[in-house]
T-cell receptor, first 114, second 115 residues
Framework: AQSVSQHNHHVILSEAASLELGCNYS??????LFWYVQYPGQHLQLLLK??????LVKGIKGFEAEFIKSKFSFNLRKPSVQWSDTAEYFC????????????FGTGTQLKVEL | DSGVTQTPKHLITATGQRVTLRCSPR?????VYWYQQSLDQGLQFLIQ???????AKGNILERFSAQQFPDLHSELNLSSLELGDSALYFC??????????????FGPGTRLTVL
């Protein structure tokens, strides 16, 4: 079965620091990739998605992610984080042709300090 | 606001009881998904319905069942509840049932506490 690994469980950064959250998936076929964010007490919101084409995708709030097929990775980046980015971030994958269920990673709790 | 609504927001019940969680998808979405978020299991896919029919099943216990009604709202029924069923239950919806360019929008969740 496919799985998604997020290497960092807790990350603490100061405002204006750069962010990179790792995500790797284990599946050799075609996948759709997602990053979701969950702000405290709120529902999951889509940050960005990759279906095909340019492997560098830009999302909302200045986030971007790069799909590297050879490394089975889809890392999330932001050049300069803000206090309001404090949230939990989930990487997720859908296997093309395998229905539409999202398989999520374990999440990364990001805390941005002033 | 994603357009997906879930009721109730919070539910506190006792072991052995049965509860029903309700989800209304975004207008125009035909597919509904249920996910469970717990501290030990993380976010897990439970089940998907598309236009009233079951489309995919994940790690859903036999004590749990779901259905999607003609008006496309969905209900998740949890019975013989155990302490370990305490979790946040999310509903999501999408236009289609397949994965092609198909974004899922999540509701605010129902927090279930089993005492």
């Amino acid at each position: 079965a496919q799985s998604v690994s997020q290497h960092n469980h807790h990350v603490i950064l100061s405002e204006a620091a750069s962010l990179e959250l790792g995500c790797n998936y284990s599946y050799g076929g075609t996948v759709n990739l997602f990053w979701y964010v969950q702000y405290p007490g709120q529902h999951l919101q889509l940050l960005l998605k990759y279906f095909s084409g340019d492997p560098l995708v830009k999302g909302i709030k200045g986030f971007e992610a790069e799909f590297i097929k050879s490394k089975f990775s889809f890392n999330l980046r932001k050049p300069s984080v803000q206090w309001s980015d404090t949230a939990e971030y989930f990487c997720a994958v859908i296997i093309t042709g395998g229905g539409n269920k999202l398989t999520f990673g374990t999440g990364t709790q990001l805390k941005v300090e002033l | 606001d994603s357009g997906v609504t879930q009721t109730p927001k919070h539910l506190i019940t006792a072991t052995g009881q049965r509860v029903t969680l309700r989800c209304s998808p975004r207008s125009g979405d035909l597919s509904v998904y249920w996910y469970q978020q717990s501290l030990d299991q993380g976010l897990q896919f439970l089940i998907q319905y598309y236009n009233g029919e079951e489309r995919a099943k994940g790690n859903i216990l036999e004590r749990f069942s779901a259905q999607q009604f003609p008006d496309l709202h969905s209900e998740l029924n949890l019975s013989s509840l155990e302490l370990g069923d305490s979790a946040l239950y999310f509903c999501a919806s999408s236009v289609f049932g397949t994965s092609t360019f198909n974004e899922q929008f999540f509701g605010p969740g129902t927090r279930l506490t089993v005492l």
